[in-house]
């Protein structure tokens, strides 16, 4: 522990910690919208196993330190672009990611009754949902561990940041699933904010780089505005509630 009370390692720590936290709001979205197919009695618990296991992943990539490195290696060409494994786990994930999102809103664009929704929960799997947060995770954090490895020299740090960061997803977890769960719109924004970032990684595989302050401020003010369209139909709604009375 001594290690991490040097000067050096403690803003390597914040920076690092800070950087786990907004890059881990994507993976709150996806963690939200998976356990939300779930009985709600299981969704808190569903929540916690799949923010856990994410850590575990994440802790688990910064102490196979070679292999990762290892993914930014050129594996084979293709059309003049040089196909790294760190290429092909974006594409994968990616592809899943864009597949995964449009399913489910078609789904809501479908449209079910209550018994059929709760019929369709009582047939997920709930390992099955924790195994897809798994998954994603890897693909997810595999461009912050690498980042990580170029920020900080000390492992002890880069452990400690993904634990805090995680810490600080897990008491937020719980409110964002419920506003997301609560409100349709806001469900297909971020059903919509998951497609896009599946493109953006399908680009990255694909050796086309998009910044992600790029995609982060389009979903900021996406959810700005819905915010403020929220805000004008509760408005609305009092004042007509107050003209009734």
Do not use: C
Not at 35 to 48: D, N, Y
Not at 163 to 179: D, P
Not at 185 to 203: D, E, N, P, Q, Y
Request: aromatic letters at 6%.
């Amino acid at each position: 522990m001594s290690e991490l009370l040097t000067t050096e390692n403690a803003l390597a720590l914040l920076t690092l910690t800070a950087m786990e936290i907004v890059l881990g709001i994507d993976n709150i979205v996806f963690i939200s919208i998976l356990t939300g197919k779930l009985p709600a009695e299981q969704r808190a618990r569903g929540r916690r196993l799949g923010l856990g296991a994410a850590m575990l992943m994440r802790i688990a990539l910064l102490l196979s330190l070679t292999w990762v490195m290892g993914l930014t290696s050129e594996l084979f060409n293709v059309v003049g672009h040089g196909v790294t494994g760190r290429d092909a786990v974006l594409l994968v994930g990616g592809l899943f990611l864009i597949g995964k999102a449009t399913f489910e809103i078609h789904e809501r664009i479908e449209g079910h009754t209550p018994m059929e929704v709760a019929a369709a929960q009582k047939k997920v799997a709930f390992g099955a949902i924790i195994a897809q947060i798994m998954v994603l995770d890897i693909v997810f954090s595999l461009d912050s561990v690498i980042t990580a490895v170029g920020m900080a020299q000390s492992i002890a740090v880069m452990v400690v940041a993904v634990m805090l960061a995680v810490g600080v997803m897990l008491v937020f977890a719980g409110a964002v699933s419920a506003f997301v769960e609560h409100n349709p719109t806001i469900k297909m924004l971020a059903l919509s904010f998951l497609l896009l970032i599946g493109v953006m990684l399908v680009a990255d595989g694909l050796g086309q780089h998009i910044s992600k302050g790029y995609i982060y401020f389009a979903m900021a003010f996406s959810l700005l505005v819905e915010m403020l369209n929220l805000r004008m139909h509760k408005v609305a709604q009092r004042r007509g509630a107050a003209g009734h009375g």
